[in-house]
């Protein structure tokens, strides 16, 4: 009976001991700002408006509303193209603010939950809890991202094709993991802006190497069986002879006149990727007035069914010039 008393003295102690460094660890953490961090990166170009980013605030409230937060503060930070920052210190401001004033674009949101809450511990503990959401990732935002910490250096290409990320400073693990899953959550319910463009678009962005290439060889195909059937035309009306000297030549002009060709062709496939990379090309905000203005930009430059129809009629051109090519006696 006495060693049984003894060891759950020992593990009282024990389990005393423990609260005491967590406790301990706590308040350091407070002190000195030191927390871990985790990171997260959303590749998913989802459509944000206002209703969306208010269902944000709604989903992050019902799991902060699970635990004991004993203080917190929000920040939200629109930057617009025209260089102007907009910077909410509620989300009731935010929401009663008239965007529709804003002829700009928006360029990117940042939201910031800090908040302290009370867990494990007898010492509340601080959390950051950040959300950037970006249209267009530029080499400043990867700057950003990485100096901020909680990223590789060799994943500084992954987040310049990443629209959302999100990053949490975190004294406690499970609460840092539950954010990141709600954040997840959120992005999943978005609208992916890919679907706006319509499958046509998508399988042309996808090809366009394949498509330029094409168009490239089409071009170079139909200049050369141009070439011989005019010499073929020539050769018929007896305006040319075929001799050892009119070969030597003939091979001579050949070389400079392929090459400009290949040029033409590399140049034509070159004109069309270029065309079909900005069939991909999206504004995710729908804020301000600006925003909407923007992507009617985007919609009217990102047009497809003229060089589509071009290539298809170059495709046609080629086939009716080999089939004259060879009923030409």
């Known amino acids: 009976m006495t060693n049984q008393i003894e060891i759950r003295k020992n593990e009282c102690e024990e389990s005393t001991s423990q609260e005491n460094i967590q406790n301990a660890s706590a308040l350091l953490a407070l002190l000195h700002g030191k927390t871990d961090s985790i990171t997260k990166m959303f590749k998913k170009e989802i459509v944000v408006d206002?209703?969306?980013?208010?269902?944000?605030?709604?989903?992050?409230?019902?799991?902060?509303?699970?635990?004991?937060?004993?203080?917190?503060?929000?920040?939200?930070?629109?930057?617009?193209?025209?260089?102007?920052?907009?910077?909410?210190?509620?989300?009731?401001?935010?929401e009663?603010?008239?965007?529709?004033?804003?002829?700009?674009?928006?360029?990117?949101?940042?939201?910031?939950?800090?908040?302290?809450?009370?867990?494990?511990?007898?010492?509340?503990?601080?959390?950051?809890?950040?959300?950037?959401?970006?249209?267009?990732?530029k080499p400043s935002d990867v700057f950003k991202a990485l100096l901020g910490g909680g990223f590789d250096e060799n994943q500084d290409f992954e987040i310049q094709t990443c629209t959302m990320i999100c990053r949490v400073?975190?004294?406690?693990?499970?609460?840092?993991?539950?954010?990141?899953?709600?954040?997840?959550?959120?992005?999943?319910?978005?609208?992916?802006?890919?679907?706006?463009?319509?499958?046509?678009?998508?399988?042309?962005?996808?090809?366009?190497?394949?498509?330029?290439?094409?168009?490239?060889?089409?071009?170079?195909?139909?200049?050369?069986?141009?070439?011989?059937?005019?010499?073929?035309?020539?050769?018929?009306?007896?305006?040319?002879?075929?001799?050892?000297?009119?070969?030597?030549?003939?091979?001579?002009?050949?070389?400079p006149v392929l090459q400009i060709i290949r040029s033409l062709g590399h140049a034509i496939g070159k004109k069309l990727l270029e065309k079909f990379e900005g069939l991909m090309e999206t504004h995710i905000f729908k804020i301000t007035t600006g925003d909407y203005k923007m992507m009617q930009k985007i919609k009217k430059e990102s047009t497809y069914k003229k060089e589509l129809f071009l290539l298809i009629l170059n495709i046609i051109f080629s086939l009716v010039i080999s089939l004259v090519f060879f009923l030409i006696n």
């Not at 102007?84 to 009731?92: E, G, H, N, P, T």
């Not at 002829?103 to 949101?109: A, F, G």
């Not at 394949?210 to 060889?217: R, S, T, V």
């Not at 005019?230 to 050949?254: A, D, R």
């Open 50 to 94: 206002i209703v969306k980013l208010v269902q944000l605030k709604n989903m992050m409230n019902e799991k902060l509303a699970l635990h004991y937060i004993t203080d917190s503060s929000t920040n939200i930070v629109f930057t617009f193209a025209n260089k102007k920052v907009l910077s909410f210190k509620s989300w009731i401001e935010m």
């Open 96 to 137: 009663k603010y008239d965007f529709n004033q804003i002829n700009s674009s928006t360029q990117s949101i940042n939201i910031q939950w800090d908040f302290f809450a009370k867990l494990n511990y007898d010492m509340p503990q601080r959390h950051t809890f950040n959300l950037r959401i970006v249209s267009s990732p």
């Open 169 to 255: 400073d975190f004294i406690n693990n499970t609460l840092a993991e539950e954010l990141l899953n709600v954040a997840a959550r959120w992005n999943e319910l978005c609208e992916c802006a890919a679907t706006i463009n319509g499958k046509t678009k998508v399988i042309l962005f996808k090809k366009r190497n394949n498509f330029a290439k094409i168009a490239e060889l089409l071009f170079i195909l139909i200049s050369s069986m141009l070439i011989a059937l005019l010499i073929k035309i020539l050769y018929n009306k007896l305006l040319i002879n075929f001799n050892l000297e009119t070969l030597i030549y003939g091979l001579i002009f050949s070389v």
